[in-house]
């Protein structure tokens, strides 16, 4: 399944009002996807993405929140996964982005043997549901149920990547990214 | 306790966060602030406690949340603070957020100033504060109190952090 496939597919069920958080080639593919104006992109440091998604839902109660990570990511950041299911949000659905790799990075491998069941890690840790997708075809069909369950969710997307799109860095950790989604926050309803 | 030297009250420190509108905390259990603080907060309706595992979960938590209005403090112990430092340098200085931090500084005398401390860990603490241009307090006696409400509410008014260190844990409620 390609990534910008897989995003093309979530983008069909984000809402006006929710937030979505994403992090990396993830974010970048979005960012060229998508012009939705409650994108969360300024998440500063690696593995992080999660805990921002997890202080907006924690804030913002009346909102989905959408996190969009990356597998080598989120290993740097995986007691995050019980913090967020003792905080038992239910607005937060977490898709974990698994391309094996630290794609922006070189494309090296991540460290272990084979691929990580983050699903699995997701259930242990205490959130709600979580279930893996390698298949475009059983995403799309799969999803609008998925996006309807309560939270706090996970679903790991195994992809591999599609089209290049540009790596925007600057906008990503610019004054005007932060302010394009704090003006938004403050204009849109939930 | 120690002789001597006055620690300051865990109650007036709790009702100083919540006048400066905070009504959330972040933590990680520390010892120094573990008795006096973080154990009437889990109990104090005035504030929602979120525990979290690591340190620079917090510094995400917190920063996330100043976008949305709600007033959020981490807490937690020197090392953790050392340990979250490229998250802090990067939401908290890089991103000009009002990351508000309340440090337990495990290890430090409480008849001797952080500078002077026999722990290298403590000693480093102000330096290195410093270095990331972090504006930093040392809250220690029952004086130092009075400075936590402007300390936090100048955070949020000019959007940056600021870290109060704790020198001597605080006394818990009932406490002499």
Redesign the interface.
Known sequence: MRRDHALLALREHVRDGDIVVAVYQACFDWLALSDHDLT?V????M??AV??????A???PDRRVLVFDGDGSLLM?L??L??VA??RVSNLHHFVFANGTYEVNGAHPLPGDGPVDFAAMALAAGYASAETFSDLDALRSDLPAWIERPGPTMATLRVVPGEAYPRRYDFI?S?EA?TR??NA?ASSRP | MSMGFPHPDGGAILDAIAAANIS?IVALPDIVTSDGLLWPISSDERF?L?????E??????????S????R?LLMMQQTGLMDSL??LR??GV???LPICMLVGLQGKEPELLPERSASYGVRIVQPVLEAMSIVHDLIEGPEDVERITPALQAAYAQSRPVCLLVGRAPRAPGET
Do not use: P, W
């Open positions: 969360y300024a998440t500063g440091a593995g992080q805990s921002h998604g997890l202080g907006l924690l804030a913002c950041n007691g995050a019980v913090t003792g905080a950790h004054a932060r989604f704090r926050l | 959330e929602r979120t525990r979290i595992c690591k620079d979960e917090g510094i995400s938590i917190c920063g996330a949340m976008y949305t209005g709600r959020a490229n998250a990067a939401i890089d991103y000009g």
